[in-house]
């Protein structure tokens, strides 16, 4: 997913399973609190299906195991959100993109090398001077 805040793109997650037929998600609140100020883009085709808060609200109380299926999706979203601020506060640019290339490792070739300097926090020439040091290191 990409998004587009006030018209500067950023990737603030690679929000899908990693296998074609995955699932991307956003709190409900996100859209409500930021109506008009942030964007999304799916880089590959895509079906979206989108809810309010209220609407979700009404599908839970349809289908019971729809909020503890959602509750669980938030709760690994929410791990993972505070992993990566972990990574981003305690490893060098470098130790970063090792860790992206190790957890994601099919997305390097499917995402825009902007897209993962965006994710990493860097910029895609530092990001570009640390695949050359890594080549050079082998």
């Not at 979203?77 to 957890?103: C, M, P």
Request: one cysteine or more.
């Amino acid at each position: 997913c990409v998004h587009v805040v006030h018209g500067v793109t950023h990737c603030l997650g690679v929000d899908m399973w990693h296998n074609n037929g995955g699932f991307c998600h956003r709190l409900p609140v996100v859209g409500h609190l930021y109506r008009g100020q942030v964007k999304h883009r799916s880089l590959e085709p895509t079906e979206v299906i989108q809810f309010g808060y209220d609407g979700l609200h009404v599908l839970y109380k349809k289908i019971p195991k729809l909020d503890k299926f959602f509750r669980m999706l938030l709760e690994k979203a929410l791990v993972s959100s505070q992993k990566r601020i972990i990574r981003n506060f305690s490893l060098t640019a470098k130790e970063q993109y090792l860790a992206f290339k190790k957890l994601y490792p099919e997305m390097e070739r499917r995402i825009p090398q902007y897209l993962i300097a965006s994710y990493l926090g860097i910029t895609k020439e530092f990001l570009s001077k640390i695949k050359s040091q890594l080549i050079l290191e082998q």
